[in-house]
């Protein structure tokens, strides 16, 4: 089973992006084939494609407190087990440091990635879109996980590489 590992910094909106595609059409999954327990996982069907995604803790760079340290090492044991992943980042807070640090490790995987700017709420949240583009990359995906906005057309594209 093809498995998608949601990554990012502390509350760009992991989980809530995870909960609300584990809404859609999933199940809950705890016997997920060498899975950590402490892992939240959850197997999709869309457009008649099977995938399994699983939420990650947010990734802090610098292992300030014990925490953190766990939370980096989680995501790291994540994306080894991951086929996709999909980076989250916050259009609020616009593009942070860590955010470019975290897609450099990403990046040396080799696996495919998918980015995705979260909290676009409405037409007047787009224009902070510009600024994630100096990450490198020729698509974004604007997606508010609180409402439901882009998640259909994220979730179409992911399901073509499957
Ligand atoms: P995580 O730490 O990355 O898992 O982030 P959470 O899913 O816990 O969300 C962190 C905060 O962002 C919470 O207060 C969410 O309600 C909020 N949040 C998540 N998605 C959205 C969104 O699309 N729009 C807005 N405005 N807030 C969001
Ligand atoms: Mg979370």
Same mark, same amino acid.
């Given at each position: 089973?093809?498995?998608?590992?949601?990554?990012?910094?502390?509350?760009?909106? =992991?989980?809530?992006?995870? &909960?609300?595609?584990?809404? =859609? #059409?999933?199940?809950?999954?705890? *016997?997920?084939?060498?899975? #950590? $327990? *402490?892992?939240?996982?959850?197997?999709?069907?869309?457009?008649?494609?099977?995938?399994?995604?699983?939420?990650?803790?947010?990734?802090?760079?610098?292992?300030?407190?014990?925490? /953190?340290?766990?939370?980096?090492?989680?995501?790291?044991?994540?994306? /080894?087990?991951?086929?996709?992943?999909?980076?989250?980042?916050?259009?609020? #807070? @616009?593009?942070?440091?860590?955010?470019?640090?975290?897609?450099?490790?990403?990046?040396?995987?080799?696996?495919?990635?998918?980015?995705?700017? &979260? =909290?676009?709420?409405?037409?007047?949240?787009? $224009?902070?879109?510009?600024?994630?583009?100096?990450?490198?990359? *020729?698509?974004?995906?604007?997606?508010?996980?609180?409402?439901?906005? @882009?998640?259909?057309?994220?979730? #179409?594209?992911?399901?073509?590489?499957?």
């Amino acid at each position: 089973m093809t498995l998608v590992a949601i990554v990012g910094r502390p509350n760009v909106g =992991k989980s809530t992006l995870f &909960n609300r595609i584990s809404r =859609k #059409t999933s199940a809950l999954v705890d *016997d997920f084939p060498g899975v #950590t $327990r *402490d892992r939240n996982y959850a197997q999709i069907t869309w457009e008649g494609k099977s995938f399994a995604f699983v939420d990650t803790g947010g990734y802090v760079s610098t292992d300030s407190s014990f925490i /953190e340290k766990q939370a980096r090492e989680q995501v790291l044991l994540a994306l /080894e087990e991951a086929d996709i992943i999909l980076f989250v980042a916050d259009a609020k #807070t @616009g593009l942070h440091p860590e955010d470019t640090l975290l897609v450099d490790i990403l990046r040396r995987t080799s696996k495919p990635i998918f980015y995705a700017v &979260n =909290k676009i709420d409405g037409p007047e949240q787009t $224009r902070h879109l510009a600024e994630f583009y100096e990450l490198g990359i *020729d698509r974004l995906y604007p997606i508010s996980s609180a409402h439901g906005f @882009g998640i259909g057309e994220l979730m #179409t594209d992911l399901a073509e590489l499957i």
